[in-house]
Nanobody, 124 residues
Framework: QAQLQESGGGLVQAGGSLKLSCAVP????????MAWFRQAIGKEREFVVS????????YYADSVKGRFTISRDNALNTMYLQMNSLMPEDTALYYC?????????????????WGQGTQVTVSS
C-alpha cells in the first residue's frame, strides 16, 4: 500500500504561482504511473495531469495546458506540479494519485493509491 503525501498548497493571488509536491516513500516510486487530480467544492474530482513512470509521457487537461507543468524525480521519490498564471477557477483540493498497473491516464478509477490532498486557493 503506497503512502502518498502532498504538500505545497496555499493561498495565492490570481496570476501567481505555486509548486506542489507529492512524496511516495519506498522502493516502488519509479514503477508508478502518477497523476494530479483536483476537486472544487460542489464539483466532481477531475483530472489535471499525468506522468508515466520514467517521465517520458505526460497528459494535460485542456484547462491547464501552458500553465501547469508536471515533473518527477525518481531518485527523490517525488512528483511535482508547477502551477503558473493561476486563476480563481484553479481553486480546489489537489490530490496526487498512483498506480503500478495498467492505467487510462485520465480515468480516476484506474488509480489505486491516493494522498489526502493539499488545498490551493486563488484569490481574484
Amino acid at each position: 500500500q503506497a503512502q502518498l503525501q502532498e504538500s505545497g498548497g496555499g493561498l495565492v493571488q490570481a496570476g501567481g504561482s505555486l509548486k506542489l509536491s507529492c512524496a511516495v516513500p519506498g522502493d516502488s516510486f519509479s514503477h508508478y504511473y502518477m497523476a494530479w487530480f483536483r476537486q472544487a467544492i460542489g464539483k466532481e474530482r477531475e483530472f489535471v495531469v499525468s506522468i508515466s513512470p520514467l517521465g517520458v509521457t505526460t497528459y494535460y487537461a485542456d484547462s491547464v495546458k501552458g500553465r501547469f507543468t508536471i515533473s518527477r524525480d525518481n531518485a527523490l521519490n517525488t512528483m511535482y506540479l508547477q502551477m503558473n498564471s493561476l486563476m480563481p477557477e484553479d481553486t480546489a483540493l489537489y490530490y496526487c494519485a498512483a498506480t503500478d498497473t495498467y492505467v487510462r491516464p485520465t480515468t480516476i478509477g484506474d488509480y489505486d493509491f491516493w494522498g489526502q490532498g493539499t488545498q490551493v486557493t486563488v484569490s481574484s
